[in-house]
């Protein structure tokens, strides 16, 4: 069975803290991406990542990195956690995108708060 | 820049109905469209995906279909349950994936 697996599903951490928010999936999957999802908002790409060391900004990268050392694990860095950065962290996994059947996986989503 | 639209945001139907769920998007260049089931609090489960050759496809209670050149894909659920209550949310996939921000179902028992 396919699995996109978020290491924390609930971490509460104070301002300035670094953060990390890992993801692993299992499918062999070339593409990973870690989305943030708010109210009204929907979901909103971060960053994004196609082979092992590559990354790429998505809409919304100010205030986070990523690092993609292996194929199955995709990391989401916050160096230093601000309040506006409460949020649900989404990780998901695809084939190449630029093919036509494939599928986008999701994890079960991280619930970050910072105070 | 790709735009998705799901109308209405919210909505609230008795047990039993059928209902239709829309999603309309700007740029018909797509590879496929996906739909999604969402719980609070919890990820994106994949329901349907529909090449973008195809013009529907089908799940148990569920039916999806695409329009391409008018950039409209709907979902249709057949005798609505309490347990299809839930946030359900499409995606174009491009050169990237473009999201809704979804439509969240209330199934009155």
């Known amino acids: 069975d396919v699995k996109v697996t978020q290491s924390s599903r609930y971490l509460v951490k104070r301002t300035g803290e670094k953060v990390f928010l890992e993801c692993v999936q299992d499918?062999?999957?070339?593409?990973m991406f870690w989305y943030r999802q708010d109210p009204g908002l929907g979901l909103r790409l971060i960053y994004f990542s196609y082979d092992v060391k590559m990354k790429e900004k998505g809409d919304i990268p100010e205030g986070y990195s990523v690092s993609r050392e292996k194929k199955e694990r995709f990391s989401l860095i916050l160096e230093s956690a601000s309040t506006n950065q409460t949020s649900m962290y989404l990780c998901a996994s695809s084939t190449f995108a630029l093919s036509s059947g494939n599928t986008i996986y999701f994890g079960e989503g991280s619930w970050l708060t910072v105070v | 820049k790709q735009e998705v639209t799901q109308i209405p945001a919210a909505l609230s139907v008795p047990e039993g109905e059928n209902l239709v769920l829309n999603c309309s998007f700007t740029?018909?260049?797509?590879?496929?469209l996906q739909w999604f089931r969402q719980d609070p609090g919890k990820g994106l489960t994949s329901l349907l995906l529909?090449?973008?050759?195809?013009r529907e496809q089908t799940s148990g209670r569920l039916n999806a279909s695409l329009d391409k050149s008018s950039g409209r894909s709907t979902l249709y659920i057949a005798a609505s349950q309490p347990g299809d209550s839930a946030t359900y949310l499409c995606?174009?996939?491009?050169?990237?994936?473009?999201f809704g921000t979804g439509t969240s179902l209330t199934v009155i028992p």
């Open positions: 740029d018909s260049a797509i590879y496929n």
């Open positions: 499918m062999d999957h070339e593409n």
């Open positions: 995606a174009v996939n491009g050169n990237q994936f473009y």
């Open positions: 529909i090449q973008s050759s195809q």
